[in-house]
């Protein structure tokens, strides 16, 4: 069983686009969730607020590439290549058939299928269409145009199950890697913003509708007084490398991948399950032979909806009772979708890195209903040597990852 280090990281997300500029927002308490109000414009929409990626210039790819790519694919371009920037890997290495690619989003680009689909059915014809269209919708979209741009041409595994998308693929690259079938792998996810993604939460009640005026209120994780997810979007990727690959090219390491379990519920479509929450836990740690007791802060999926807080409060408390220090990190930015995962491992290496665990915006009251889990209401600075993420999705599939501080 080979060692799995992270490498390099790139990230584009509504708090900032790169890790240092991430740790400092989080330090700095910022928010960022904002208005929207071209969404007024939407009949019946509710949600008025999302969290959205600034300042990322996207032209920037060479447009061979960006001709095939909507803004989910373009989002996750910039990041990849900053993480492999960021990695120092060489074109050789990349194009080596030891070197793969684990990334997802949970659709294509939702803003070329509302062109392109009601332009087809108006004419009742193919013709004249953009022939680019269907690669910028396609669901593994991601994937392919990363691997064609970057010259990929190892493992490709195109993770694509919505609020797991990124985590799967950080998963799935560490087993490629931890199993001798891959030495390095580019893993992680992103979504576009698009009001189709929040008018899904929206006809199902739930997301937050009661702070367009005060967009920093309206993601609420754990307390008792939330209304409901906010939809954002973002993308990251990371580097993972065998432990003495990276060794001997001389590779910064930002931590260790230790552990991962993935589940499905097998029940409900919906509506989560403490049970299929708790069992993904227990199978990451059963991967990175820890006890519970082991784990020094976890990164909760807590997108602020009453059910799933509820029963991923209730699964946490099960096995990790009323100390270890949970915190969700989507009272910042709001619910990044396939693009969380990644963002919030990230933050999960700040945590070992900086010695830093970020608060839970907003949280003042745990729910009634919720279980007494050590929901972090203010920064702690705490020096930590073990972490877990985990995320959940609709389908029950259930991701969970544990990081460790990479000691020489």
Not at 152 to 169: D, E, F, L, M, V
Not at 298 to 303: D, F, L, P, R
Not at 365 to 370: A, P, S
Request: proline fraction near 3%; glycine fraction near 10%; aromatic fraction near 6%.
């Amino acid at each position: 069983m080979r060692r799995v280090v992270i490498t390099g990281v790139g990230l584009n997300s509504p708090l900032g686009n790169s890790y240092e500029e991430l740790y400092e927002s989080l330090k700095a308490e910022k928010c960022g969730i904002e208005y929207v109000p071209e969404w007024e414009a939407i009949k019946d929409l509710g949600t008025k607020v999302a969290g959205r990626v600034k300042n990322v210039d996207l032209q920037a790819i060479p447009r061979k590439f960006r001709r095939s790519m909507g803004r989910v694919a373009q989002l996750a371009a910039v990041s990849t290549g900053e993480a492999i920037a960021d990695a120092n890997l060489s074109q050789e290495l990349l194009s080596s058939k030891r070197c793969g690619l684990a990334f997802g989003s949970t659709m294509g680009g939702n803003e070329t299928m509302f062109e392109y689909m009601p332009e087809v059915q108006a004419k009742m014809s193919f013709r004249g269409q953009n022939s680019m269209a269907f690669l910028k919708m396609m669901s593994h979209t991601v994937a392919a145009n990363l691997a064609q741009m970057f010259e990929i041409k190892g493992r490709n595994i195109p993770t694509c199950s919505a609020c797991t998308s990124s985590s799967q693929g950080i998963g799935a690259g560490y087993e490629s890697v931890k199993y001798g079938m891959s030495d390095v792998m580019i893993c992680g996810g992103a979504e576009e913003h698009h009001y189709l993604s929040a008018g899904v939460f929206d006809v199902m009640s739930a997301a937050s509708t009661k702070h367009a005026n005060e967009p920093h209120l309206s993601s609420k994780p754990f307390d008792e007084s939330r209304d409901g997810l906010v939809v954002s979007e973002g993308s990251g990727a990371m580097v993972l490398e065998e432990l003495e690959h990276a060794l001997a090219r001389g590779a910064k390491i930002y931590g260790e991948i230790i552990g991962y379990g993935t589940s499905c519920d097998g029940a409900h479509i919906t509506t989560p399950s403490k049970e299929g929450m708790r069992q993904v836990m227990e199978t990451s740690l059963e991967d990175a032979n820890l006890r519970p007791s082991d784990v020094e802060y976890i990164n909760a999926h807590a997108t602020a909806t009453a059910r799933g807080d509820i029963a991923e409060s209730h699964a946490t408390h099960s096995l990790f009772g009323s100390a270890t220090p949970v915190s969700s990190t989507k009272g910042h930015m709001g619910h990044l979708l396939g693009g969380c995962g990644v963002v919030e491992s990230a933050i999960c290496l700040i945590a070992l890195n900086k010695s830093f665990l970020p608060k839970t915006m907003n949280f003042k009251t745990l729910d009634k209903e919720c279980a007494p889990i050590n929901v972090l209401g203010e920064n702690m600075e705490k020096e930590v040597n073990i972490v877990m993420s985990n995320n959940f999705a609709f389908g029950g599939i259930n991701t969970s990852l544990i990081f460790k501080k990479y000691k020489a």
